[in-house]
Each structure stands twice: as structure tokens, then as C-alpha cells.
């Protein structure tokens, strides 16, 4: 491979970032349909390709959000999915709790304002004005690990593939929370899971919560090295 080519698909790594402010212009459809397409080349176990994508724009986006919003305001949570990160004292709470202390901050909202997070939690529903959002789904294929690791290599060929053509996404977890209301309205079977959504379009550049960069823990806070060298 070359330099350029290595550093292209570096850059395009590492520029990605999750957006939660965005500008109502939608993505033009042979963009989206790019996006698509690179994401179906995704690996998956024996080529199973378990995953099934509902792309939302215009009203029919309006109209899930306003679902959405109804059973989050009704307290109506129904997740396919556990939303625990374990031990309250683990690395990976501490790493939640981080995150979250930064996107609040950059929102100008305090850890005491009840109000504030609430509200802006209810944003993740309204797609934070993103114009399309994507839920992705799994059928119930064993006990589900596999096919839901398809899916997350199917989500980051989406995210890489908006990213390489100027747009931005934002993966959220809070969609799978109301996996019931989302079968309801769409009329899907239960054994189709909810995993998660993303929300795309042109991020806000405005908007000072999409100049942040959470960052990442350093290598040696994930990887065991056997007989190799760095």
C-alpha cells in the first residue's frame, strides 16, 4: 500500500468524530447510498450479514422522534440489551462519567442541573437536528454476541464512509432504550433486536460541543503484547 493511501485512511480514522449538533441540510441521496454501500462490505461470520438498517429522513423521521420522545417522556424504556458498564468503581464507568463531565461542560450544564441533562437527553431522540438517522437491528442468531460484532464492523464502515465524504455521525445507544416503541411503529417482529442509531448529516460547525476530542486511554491500557515489538 501506499504512503499517501496509508495516510489518507489514517486521517479518515482519525478525524472521526461523533457530532451532536448538526445543520438541517440533507445528505444528498447517492452520498447516502455510498455510505450504504461501503457499509455492506463489512465482514460478518460466514457471511451471515446479520444485520437489517432503517434509514429515516423528512417526516417519516419527524414522525419516529416524535414516538420516541412520547414513551421517553412516559418513562416507557424498553431496551433488547443490558445498559450497565459493571462495578460502580470500574475503568469503564470512569470513563463514562468522564465523557459525559466533558459534553456536559461544553453544553453549559452542571452536574446538579436535573432539568438540563434531562432535556438534553431528550435531544439524542430528536437526532440533535441531524436530517437522516439509521437504526440498525440484529435477529436473534444464537446468543446474539456474533451478530451484534457484525453489526458494530457494519456501523464503523457507515462512520468511516460519512466521515471520508465530509459528513459527520453520532452512534446512540439511548435509540435502543425504546426497542419496543420502535418495533410498535414500524411493525417489526420481536425477534428483531434494536441495537442502536445513528444519527447523520453535516455537523454544526458552530456549535461548540462537535469541537471537542474525548480522546482515547493509551495502549497499554488495552493491549498485551507477545513477543512484540512496538
Request: hydrophobic residues 40%.
Amino acid at each position: 500500500m501506499s504512503t499517501t493511501a496509508v495516510e489518507t485512511f489514517t486521517d479518515v480514522i482519525r478525524s472521526r468524530r461523533s457530532a451532536r449538533a448538526f445543520l438541517p441540510d440533507p445528505v444528498p441521496a447517492d452520498d447516502i447510498r455510498g455510505v450504504l454501500e461501503d457499509a455492506q462490505r463489512a465482514p460478518s461470520h460466514s457471511n451471515t450479514q446479520p444485520w437489517e438498517v432503517h434509514v429515516f429522513s423528512g417526516d417519516a423521521r419527524d414522525r419516529l422522534s416524535a414516538a420516541m420522545l412520547k414513551a421517553f417522556e412516559a418513562g416507557q424504556m424498553s431496551p433488547d440489551f443490558t445498559t450497565t458498564y459493571g462495578a460502580d468503581d470500574s475503568v469503564h464507568v470512569r470513563r463514562s462519567q468522564q465523557a459525559g463531565a466533558v459534553l456536559y461542560g461544553a453544553m453549559g450544564i452542571a452536574r446538579e442541573d436535573t432539568d438540563g441533562r434531562t432535556k438534553a437527553i431528550a435531544e439524542n431522540l430528536r437526532f440533535y437536528g441531524a436530517p437522516h438517522v439509521a437504526l440498525l437491528f440484529v435477529p436473534e442468531l444464537g446468543d446474539v454476541v456474533r451478530a451484534a460484532n457484525d453489526v458494530g464492523m457494519y456501523a464503523q464502515n457507515f462512520l468511516l464512509s460519512l466521515t471520508a465524504r465530509g459528513y459527520h455521525g453520532v452512534p446512540q445507544g439511548m435509540h435502543g432504550l425504546f426497542a419496543d416503541t420502535v418495533r410498535a411503529h414500524l411493525g417489526l417482529p420481536a425477534d428483531l433486536k434494536l441495537l442502536y442509531g445513528i444519527s447523520f448529516g453535516t455537523a454544526d460547525p458552530e456549535a461548540s460541543v462537535n469541537r471537542l476530542d474525548i480522546g482515547r486511554a493509551p495502549l497499554d491500557e488495552h493491549i498485551v503484547l507477545h513477543d512484540t515489538s512496538l
